[in-house]
């Protein structure tokens, strides 16, 4: 029996080749490589980003930062100054805060409703309670912390009482010119050195003490700019031929002249010589706007962010992608439009890897530019109160503007009070613009999926700024926090996640169409969430 092959009633049907698909996926790596606003808009290095805050270059990835907890409140005023007094036995330890011309002791915690007593009111300064301070050990191995305010005086602590060191020839006293009017204090060469307020003398004592006969140095006459001294740091660093230190004496003045010295004795030519001598730019209002960091020195200027290393090598603001030339177009222009605000201050926070520049508080925005020491990339950190920040016994501390002390980068909430949980964590990241294909062509913007580490499951917003778009989602997801077992399912609906070795990932869908996209994301989620990459999906089109 032969088979008969069916023939359909309406004919032969055609065979129907699979639909052409035109839409392509791109992966991306997180922006490791931190801010950099020193690219052009378009194409722009996929590891950096536009805005990054509070998600902080790691060698992993970006991870989220830490939040803060109060730790002492109700001081009396803004808290202009933080101290510490560290001796070398470990006994009587102090940090202090300074507010309205009271200093407290805020070495412990205390519970938000007590008034803290303080231990010395120096009514006097100009600002009332800004202080320089450093601690020393004299050649008779007495341990004193000195304290310098502008208008308040010299003065020092020695693990019981405060001394004020004053006008004359007897113990305690200085003699050569009122140490009223000191306004900054250094140490180099174990000489102590003073800044004689609103001029361009400095003053030294003899090696190994805080009191004694002082000898006035006056370097206006290498001051080409003029202007008043402003800074006198202690730089060492390893010698030109890799065996031993170099120790120099870098002095900044208001106008942006800076001057490095080196020797031991500066009464004597033979033993006191300049080095180098160059012109950074104007620098900020008080006493802040510089830091050691291990073999180097930070300055801000009107120029942005140096290196004095840089310096020393001819490279100057913008030369060397190692450090600040990726925000300094910025940094720079945010200092420039503030120089008489208090307070730009520089701070290595040695517990989290970051130089923290503290912005000065034109608004109470709380933001403040980091630099990770190790990727050596720079984010911002938005929600931390910080007037001005310090550390002690190896933890970050702030004061702020209405009397509070905050431990920062500490804990999984912002403002947590006695135990009680504060605000969520919250991070946002807008990357550099990508030509997702041809950059010539416009592409529709389809889906896009975010991926993450994490011991919880973050709350996201994400999606695809078309050209040249920087803003980020305007709200995050609540974060669900520990034992959720579903990851925003109200705005993703029944988006599946990998859950597996705390990993999170989910496409979400993305709008727009453009030539260039970057991701936009707002995450809320744990302390130390790592946003490791992200991939996006778009339709490719036409040229026009």
């Given at each position: ?150 208008g308040a005086g010299y003065w020092i602590y020695d693990g019981a009482v405060f001394t004020q060191i004053t006008l004359g020839a007897g113990p305690n006293q200085i003699a ?133 290393s840089e310096l020393m090598r001819g490279q100057g603001f913008f030369a060397n992608p190692q ?222």
């Amino acid at each position: 029996m032969s088979l008969v092959p069916y023939r359909h009633p309406r004919g032969t049907i055609p065979r129907r080749s699979s639909a052409t698909q035109n839409h392509s996926a791109f992966p991306f790596q997180a922006p490791m490589r931190g801010i950099d606003v020193s690219q052009p808009l378009p194409g722009g290095d996929p590891t950096t980003a536009l805005r990054l805050e509070n998600l902080i270059p790691r060698v992993l990835g970006n991870q989220m930062r830490r939040g803060y907890l109060r730790w002492v409140s109700n001081l009396d005023g803004e808290v202009r100054s933080l101290m510490r007094y560290l001796p070398p036995s470990g006994a009587n330890q102090l940090l202090a805060a300074t507010s309205s011309g009271k200093i407290y002791n805020v070495t412990t915690a205390s519970a938000s409703g007590v008034v803290p007593v303080p231990v010395l009111t120096v009514v006097a300064g100009a600002p009332v309670g800004e202080w320089t301070s450093l601690n020393y050990t004299t050649n008779a191995g007495v341990h004193v912390m000195l304290m310098v305010c502008p208008g308040a005086g010299y003065w020092i602590y020695d693990g019981a009482v405060f001394t004020q060191i004053t006008l004359g020839a007897g113990p305690n006293q200085i003699a050569g010119i009122d140490p009223d009017l000191f306004s900054f204090v250094t140490v180099y060469q174990n000489r102590l050195w003073f800044i004689e307020n609103g001029t361009t003398r400095g003053w030294y004592l003899g090696f190994g003490v805080y009191a004694g006969t002082a000898t006035a140095f006056d370097f206006g006459s290498m001051l080409p700019n003029g202007g008043t001294l402003q800074a006198l740091i202690n730089w060492t660093f390893d010698g030109s031929s890799g065996v031993g230190v170099n120790v120099q004496f870098v002095i900044v003045a208001s106008q942006g002249d800076v001057l490095v010295y080196s020797g031991t004795d500066p009464s004597t030519a033979a033993t006191w010589t300049v080095n180098g001598r160059w012109f950074i730019g104007r620098v900020p209002v008080g006493y802040r706007f510089f830091s050691n960091y291990q073999q180097d020195v930070i300055i801000l200027s009107e120029r942005g962010m140096v290196f004095m290393s840089e310096l020393m090598r001819g490279q100057g603001f913008f030369a060397n992608p190692q450090t600040a030339s990726a925000i300094n177009s910025a940094l720079a222009a945010e200092i420039a439009a503030s120089l008489t605000t208090r307070y730009w201050e520089v701070r290595f926070l040695p517990n989290d890897q970051l130089l923290v520049i503290n912005r000065a508080e034109v608004t109470t925005e709380n933001l403040q530019w980091v630099f990770e020491v190790n990727t050596k990339a720079f984010a911002t950190l938005r929600g931390i109160p910080m007037l001005t920040v310090d550390t002690f016994d190896g933890r970050g501390y702030s004061g702020d503007l209405v009397g509070n002390v905050w431990q920062v980068l500490v804990g999984g909430s912002d403002g947590s009070v006695d135990g009680t949980p504060g605000n969520d964590l919250q991070g946002i990241c807008v990357t550099a613009f990508q030509p997702l294909g041809e950059a010539i062509r416009v592409k529709r913007f389809l889906m896009v999926r975010p991926s993450f580490i994490s011991d919880t499951p973050p709350g996201v917003q994400a999606g695809l700024n078309s050209e040249w778009n920087i803003n980020a989602p305007s709200l995050a997801p609540a974060y669900l926090g520990a034992g959720s077992s579903a990851w925003d399912v109200g705005l993703w609906d029944v988006a599946v996640w990998s859950g597996e070795g705390q990993s999170y990932e989910a496409w979400v869908g993305a709008t727009g169409a453009g030539r260039y996209g970057s991701l936009a994301l707002r995450v809320r989620a744990s302390a130390d969430t790592i946003f490791i990459g992200w991939q996006a999906l778009v339709e490719q089109g036409g040229v026009l």
